[in-house]
């Protein structure tokens, strides 16, 4: 069965600093990887995907995410972090064998402090 | 503009009281989906649509009810609506291709008193 999960319901870091938002993953085949970014009273915006044989995706408002296979990890990065980034962050992932379902993890809140 | 619109963005209603919650895209995407959040579990996914009139259940899909008679709109349809139901609901669109990612509307929060 797919699963998706965020370790951390909460990252906290200080303006300027890099962060991580982790991803792990249990998925048939070959998967599809996503990272949405959430703001309040809005929709889920779509940030990146994985690109297959690419390790490192690059995507929206500079973020980039990590893909590693033999970890089944897909974690969000970004070098110098903005308070603007401050957000709810999730990792989706569908699988590869032609399904329609799109199973997405809880959540992280990022909190970027100034 | 690429747009997912769903109306109305918030609902309070009673128990029992039928309700449907429209949803619309304009990138004549095949796929849509309806999706629920609740704190601490993330988006679970309601009912998807393949295409006009091919519709199938996600993982939480009693209570709700969809249609797909257009390639444009997928209306939820809540028949009896109950307090459990109370939830934040979004829907979404994609085009053709396992990688296409998805867009989302704003969201419609519901209250079942």
């Known amino acids: 069965a797919q699963s998706v999960a965020q370790p951390e319901d909460q990252v906290n870091v200080a303006e300027g600093n890099p962060l991580t938002v982790k991803c792990t993953y249990s998925?048939?085949?070959?998967?599809?990887l996503f990272w949405y970014v959430q703001y309040p009273n809005r929709g889920l915006q779509f940030l990146l995907k994985?690109?297959?044989?690419?390790?490192l995706v690059k995507g929206s408002y500079g973020f980039e995410a990590e893909f590693n296979k033999s970890q089944t990890s897909f974690h969000l990065k970004k070098p110098s972090a903005l308070v603007s980034d401050s957000a709810l962050y999730f990792c989706a992932v569908r699988d590869g064998t032609g399904g329609f379902k799109t199973i997405f993890g809880a959540g992280t809140r990022l909190f970027v402090k100034a | 503009e690429a747009q997912v619109t769903q109306n109305p963005r918030y609902l309070i209603t009673v128990t029992g009281k039928k309700l449907t919650v429209t949803c619309s895209q304009n990138?004549?995407?095949?796929?849509m989906s309806w999706y629920r959040q609740d704190p601490g579990l993330g988006l679970r996914q309601i009912y998807y649509?393949?295409?006009?009139?091919?519709?199938d259940k996600g993982d939480v899909p009693e209570g709700y009810k969809v249609s797909r008679k257009e390639k444009r709109n997928f209306p939820l349809i809540l028949e009896s609506p109950s307090p459990n139901q109370t939830s934040l609901y979004f829907c979404a669109s994609r085009g053709t291709g396992g990688n296409q990612p998805q867009h989302f509307g704003d969201g419609t929060r519901l209250s079942i008193l």
């Open positions: 649509s393949m295409n006009v009139e091919v519709t």
């Open positions: 994985y690109i297959t044989g690419d390790n």
């Open positions: 990138m004549n995407h095949e796929y």
């Open positions: 998925v048939s085949g070959n998967p599809y």
